[in-house]
């Protein structure tokens, strides 16, 4: 199989050669800005570095995947947050919240001819014409995380409690926004697109995603013409059940879930992506460690190895490596086995 067959035949659960490797979010480290010489900020701002930056999943650490985007401040800049685009060794911030109530948020006419929006199109562009056979991965924010955006992260989640009805309102008015960045990406190129929506069991109960986010999440589903892979930080044992009757293709998880419980609670009816963990594992540990985990996410049934979110800039080069490596060199523990990638 080609990578780009062998991401678009995991996401169906369905048999690949030899395990699948990708990431859904940023794998930019200080080391692949060295070894590729695209450097942030530009890598955030300009489209060759951002491509060239994001080439490295395949060409530097031999993922299926090449994933453009590595911040999350993109579609911020574009409803105008102030945004610090950071520097070589920090990620861009928003630095300003501007809205109040869902009054205030006016999704801008012209928000595709956006500098922040057109960067991430033309870099798709870009790497589809380069890499025919790569899975590209597009990524856009679903409502819960815009809404972090404009109104700051805990003045939203008090009004989660005292004003439901105006966060209804809110993510309403933002829903537009992920539904036509994910088609425009997908006509760029893309082959499958990240939802990255961050209603993590840290900070978010899960009947709050229940009532407000999962219904939403299946329209999504339902409207975009294309595979989606729904990333949400933490702990989220407790909605993968609701995440996997979403119609969403595809949940990446993190190391605070299991992999064998991530598989039980998915049961057979969404794929799986993760969930090697970033600060002990992939920043700290060994290539040995990092198999090791590798072999657990395997034997769980996980259809698509990957860090569980964007990598530490400071990772070392070897350890995400062998994330692949690990993987291609893993075989059942007996002949009779199930091959658990399948």
């Not at 060295?34 to 993922?63: I, K």
């Not at 933490?234 to 419980?261: M, N, P, Q, Y």
Request: proline letters at 7%.
């Amino acid at each position: 199989m080609t990578p780009r067959e062998r991401i678009l035949t995991a996401l169906k659960r369905q048999p690949t050669d030899i395990p699948a490797v990708g990431n859904a979010v940023s794998i930019a480290t200080m080391d692949l800005m060295e070894a590729t010489g695209c450097y942030f900020p530009e890598a955030h701002t300009n489209a060759e570095a951002m491509a060239g930056l994001a080439a490295a999943g395949y060409e530097v650490l031999g993922y299926d995947t090449i994933a453009p985007i590595f911040s999350v401040q993109h579609e911020a800049d574009a409803l105008c947050c102030e945004v610090d685009w950071g520097r070589r060794d920090m990620m861009p911030d928003a630095t300003v919240h501007p809205c109040r109530s869902a009054s205030d948020i006016h999704l801008p006419a012209d928000i595709l001819r956006h500098p922040s929006i057109v960067v991430v199109l033309d870099a798709l562009e870009l790497l589809r014409s380069q890499y025919p056979d790569v899975a590209i991965v597009g990524k856009v924010f679903g409502p819960w995380t815009l809404a972090y955006h404009l109104f700051g992260i805990e003045r939203f989640l008090m009004m989660t409690l005292d004003a439901p009805d105006e966060v209804r309102r809110i993510l309403r008015a933002l829903m537009p926004l992920p539904e036509l960045l994910a088609h425009k990406q997908f006509a760029a190129g893309a082959d499958v697109v990240t939802l990255a929506d961050h209603a993590t069991g840290d900070l978010v109960a899960p009947e709050m995603y229940r009532d407000f986010l999962w219904p939403l999440h299946k329209e999504l589903a339902a409207s975009i013409n294309g595979p989606l892979i729904l990333h949400i930080c933490g702990d989220t044992l407790d909605r993968i059940a609701w995440i996997s009757r979403s119609g969403i293709e595809c949940f990446h998880f993190e190391s605070k879930v299991s992999a064998s419980k991530a598989r039980w609670a998915a049961g057979d009816r969404i794929a799986l992506m993760g969930n090697i963990n970033n600060p002990r594992t992939l920043l700290h540990g060994s290539p040995d460690d990092v198999a090791d985990e590798v072999h657990v996410a395997l034997l769980a049934g996980v259809e698509i190895l990957a860090p569980e979110c964007a990598v530490p800039l400071n990772a070392p080069t070897i350890n995400l490596q062998t994330v692949a490596d690990a993987a291609r060199a893993w075989t059942p523990p007996s002949s009779k086995s199930r091959r658990r990638w399948r």
